[in-house]
């Protein structure tokens, strides 16, 4: 069973920084493609960057050159560092993951339909 558990989150003020983490379990973490989503209240779920299994990564317009997603496969880890938070960046953040082997364009690997697998969320907070 897979199983996705995210921690991280918290309250910043504008301009500061947090680091997400995603531990997985239950499944052979290198063979699947991983992304951070978030969801704002009143808003739908929406992708803010991932990783496939050759490390090679996509951001939504909206987080690039404040965000960084990386992954540790000998951790099981995946992380998003999100340095120049604002409050438009408040929302739960997930972590989610898919099977390698279904191939996804750039702009799927940014959607929700396409990933099976969801953590149950750390919310973040940005005060301005």
């Known amino acids: 069973q897979v199983l996705l558990v995210e921690s991280g989150g918290g309250s910043v003020q504008s301009g500061g920084s947090l680091r997400l983490s995603c531990a997985a379990?239950?499944?052979?973490y290198s063979d699947y493609s991983m992304g951070w989503f978030r969801q704002a209240p009143g808003k739908e779920r929406e992708g803010v960057a991932a990783i496939d299994i050759n490390h090679i990564t996509r951001y939504a317009d909206s987080v690039k050159g404040r965000f960084t997603i990386?992954?540790?496969n000998a951790k099981n880890t995946l992380y998003l560092q999100m340095n120049s938070l604002q409050?438009?960046?408040?929302?739960?953040?997930?972590?989610a993951a898919?099977?390698?082997w279904r191939q996804m364009t750039a702009v799927q690997a940014l959607e929700v339909p396409y990933y099976i697998y969801w953590g149950q969320g750390t919310q973040v907070t940005v005060s301005s």
């Open 70 to 72: 990386s992954r540790d």
């Open 87 to 95: 409050p438009e960046d408040t929302a739960m953040y997930y972590c």
């Open 98 to 100: 898919v099977e390698s």
């Open 25 to 28: 379990f239950g499944y052979t």
